[in-house]
Structures are given as structure tokens and as C-alpha cells.
């Protein structure tokens, strides 16, 4: 009786025993020993992880085969945790070679262990992750931008890294850097005690130290008085997009034979007391004699109107204008005021006629410029006089560059060279 007894307490705990069985355990694969993708499905069946940590767990073990997929070998070092107080991260060890993180996708096409186990050293590692490693992060250089290549008439018809439209731009305005080489001189006055800077006329830029204006708009005013902004475009705000420059006048000389009652000859120079620094949108006009006569541009911040209404501009405009035939221009000035007589002087050119597009008052000594045919444009005029603005068949006078190219190329040349300027002057004319 106890020999069935016994054998019947041993048959019940076979019984309890298989029917409880073992623990079931997840075999892991040999290729997958100590692959951080094999790492979800096998190797965290049984560390006990929070829920965060189960996550970024999650995450990392798609790295490898995302990283592979996409040609990415490392995230963004701020998705890492910093180590070796901030001069490392803590990065698989995949990524990880010599002490240095990969970044050229070396060796991560094919990842084997060698015969260096690069997890040897994980005992003493700061990393949180059982396959993280610290280190090095890789060096990171600023990359150099690229030098603006300076041209002589270069014009940014789609203006200076974008082009402006909408509601309140109008088409006679011209975009932000279209026409580099266009100043505005002004002169230094104290109202109320403080000292501004009010506008007298325009301008051009025909080298970093010179700018060429109308003789009329300086006047009697002396070097000291004046300043010279260039690179401006909205006279009024300071949003654009690169900063405007502005110059002292160090110097200034008048053509010999100006004519203040008429105007002949009404070439000035102004010497820069600093080179202009050539921008996107500070650049020097050309000074050839050949050009285009046709699609020609004038700019300034003139008047929209002759007579009392007319207003300033804060937006540098702009307008299209052809150049006349001398004779031609002439004689349309004949029938105007000027009468049956009236003679046109060599020192002029003629340019507009057209109702409506013309330059107007404060436009004077600003630049008239025309198409030389490889895409960069020359100076042909400088804003001197007309008969009202914008009249039908009336065009605007300008003071003829081709005329006294001659002179203003050899008194800049010789002023520069008394001044030590170091760069040739010949190289900004052409």
C-alpha cells in the first residue's frame, strides 16, 4: 500500500512539471549576436527597460538598416548623448572607428566584427546603451563663401538673391541690387542740432574709389560736405536685404570747360576717402564708347512729375528709354521753348520722347545707361536737363559720356595715383 502510494505522489509531479513546462526562451540567431538591428527581437526579450528606454531602444535598432537604405551614416549629433564632457557622442558602435565617428558610410555597407571586439572597452564607457559607444565627434569646418566676382556693368535685372512683386511694387520701380553701380551723393547738414544727410542728385560708380555725377548738382559745395551712399535702394527703411556703403568725399573735380549757365561739359568726379567694398549690389558701370542705342535704362529717386505735385521716389525707379540721333534731338528741341535757333552741344546726348518716360527733377546726375551687346551695359549719359518731363516727342538731355570719356578716364587715373590707390585704375573702365 505505501509502495502505490509513493508511486502515485512521483506520477503527480511528472504530471505538474510537464504540464507547467519551462520558461520559453527566444533563441538568438548566430549572425545576430551582437547586431544592434537584431537587438528588438531577441537580445531585449528580457531586460527590464522603462518605457522611454524601450523606445529610444526601438528606435536606435532601426538605425542600421535605415542608415543603409537612405545612403545616411549618422543622424544629427544632437539626437546623441553627449560624452568626454561634450566633445564626444555616444553613437552604436558601428558608427564608431579609431576613436572617431564615420561620417563617409566607410565599412557601414558591410558590417562584420574583426578581430578588434569594439565593445572591449564598454565597461568603462559613459554611455547609457548596451551598444553605444563614446566618441569622438567629428570635426566640422565652416564653409568659406564664395567671392564675389566684381564685372563692370553687370545689371541684376531679377534683382539681388530675389525678385520683388506684389501689391504696392510697381513696374517702374527698380529690384533691390538691379543697377549696382548707382550713388546718391549727399551733404552733411545740422538741423536741430544734429547732423543728417540730405539728398542733392545722383550718381554712378565707375571705380571703387570714383564716382561720376553732374557737374551742376555739386555746385559750390566742397569735398568735406559731401557723402556718398552707395548700394542703396528704398531711401526710407533699412530691410534690404545687404547694407548700403557710405563713403566721405575726399575729393572733387569739375570738367575745365563746364558751362554753368548752360550746362555744356557738366562732368564731375568725386575721389572716395575709402574704397567702396564691390558687392552683389555695389559694382562699377562700365565706360565704353560702343552700345546698343536701344532698350537704355535711367535710374534715380527724382520726381514722378514735373511741377509742384511731383513727388520723390523712396524706391530707386526706373524707366526704358532710346537715345536720339543728335540732329534729330535738335530739332525736336527747336520746336519746343528753345526756339528755331537753339544749337544742341557736342557734350550732350538726347534719350526718351516717349509720353510719360522720362527722368524729372532730382534725377540730375544720375546715370543713362545702354547695352553694349555681351550683356553688361556701359554708361552713356548723365541726367543734366530737360523741357518739362515726360512730354510727347520732347526727349530728356544728357551729358554725352562718349563725348569726354577721354578725360574722365586720365583725371581719375592721375587723381588715384596721387592718392596711392593700390588697384590699377584701368582695370574698372572697359
Known amino acids: 500500500m505505501k509502495m502505490k502510494q509513493l508511486i502515485l505522489v512521483v506520477l503527480a509531479v511528472v504530471v505538474v512539471v510537464v504540464t507547467a513546462g519551462p520558461r520559453e526562451r527566444r533563441q538568438i540567431p548566430q549572425d545576430c549576436q551582437w547586431f544592434e538591428s537584431c537587438f528588438d527581437e531577441t537580445l531585449a526579450v528580457d531586460l527590464p527597460v522603462n518605457e522611454a528606454e524601450g523606445a529610444e531602444r526601438t528606435t536606435r535598432a532601426a538605425e542600421p538598416q535605415q542608415n543603409q537604405g537612405q545612403g545616411q551614416t549618422l543622424a544629427p549629433l544632437d539626437t546623441y548623448d553627449k560624452c568626454n564632457n561634450g566633445r564626444g557622442s555616444c553613437v552604436p558602435y558601428y558608427l564608431c572607428h579609431d576613436g572617431d565617428i564615420v561620417t563617409d558610410g566607410a565599412g557601414l555597407f558591410d558590417i562584420r566584427l574583426g578581430d578588434l571586439d569594439p565593445l572591449a572597452s564598454r565597461s568603462s564607457s559613459e554611455c ?44 517702374n520701380q527698380a529690384q533691390f541690387g538691379e543697377f549696382p553701380w548707382m550713388a546718391a551723393v549727399l551733404r552733411k547738414e545740422k538741423i536741430h542740432d544734429k547732423e543728417v544727410n540730405l539728398y542733392i542728385c545722383g550718381g554712378s560708380l565707375i571705380h571703387p574709389s570714383v564716382v561720376l555725377t553732374a557737374a551742376h548738382c555739386i555746385g559750390s559745395w566742397q569735398a568735406s560736405d559731401l557723402v556718398v551712399r552707395l548700394g542703396e535702394w528704398d531711401t526710407q527703411r533699412t530691410y534690404e536685404l545687404l547694407k548700403h556703403q557710405e563713403r566721405k568725399v575726399r575729393t572733387v573735380v569739375v570738367h575745365p570747360d563746364y558751362v554753368p549757365r548752360a550746362l555744356h561739359n557738366t562732368y564731375a568726379l568725386l575721389f572716395l576717402d575709402t574704397p567702396a567694398d564691390l558687392t552683389p549690389n555695389v559694382d562699377t558701370v562700365c565706360l565704353n564708347t560702343a552700345y546698343n542705342y536701344g532698350n537704355c535704362w535711367a535710374t534715380g529717386w527724382g520726381t514722378d512729375k514735373y511741377g509742384q505735385e511731383g513727388e520723390y521716389q523712396n524706391v530707386l525707379k526706373k524707366v526704358e528709354l532710346g537715345v536720339w540721333n543728335n540732329k534729330e534731338c535738335e530739332n525736336a528741341l527747336r520746336e519746343t521753348r528753345l526756339g528755331k535757333f537753339f544749337k544742341l552741344d557736342d557734350s550732350f546726348v538726347c534719350a526718351g520722347g516717349l509720353p510719360g518716360q522720362d527722368t524729372c527733377k532730382g534725377d540730375g546726375g544720375s546715370p543713362l545707361v545702354c547695352p553694349r551687346g555681351d550683356g553688361f551695359y556701359t554708361q552713356a549719359g548723365i541726367v543734366a536737363w530737360g523741357i518739362g518731363c515726360g512730354e510727347a516727342g520732347v526727349p530728356g538731355v544728357y551729358a554725352n559720356i562718349t563725348h569726354s570719356r577721354d578725360w574722365i578716364i586720365q583725371t581719375s587715373n592721375q587723381v588715384l595715383e596721387a592718392m596711392q590707390v593700390p588697384v590699377p585704375a584701368a582695370t574698372y573702365w572697359n
Open 128 to 171: 547609457s546603451q548596451f551598444l553605444d559607444v563614446c566618441c569622438n565627434n567629428p570635426q566640422t569646418e565652416n564653409p568659406q563663401p564664395i567671392a564675389y566676382q566684381a564685372h563692370c556693368g553687370r545689371r541684376n535685372a531679377n534683382g539681388v538673391h530675389a525678385r520683388i512683386t506684389g501689391t504696392g511694387f510697381q513696374d
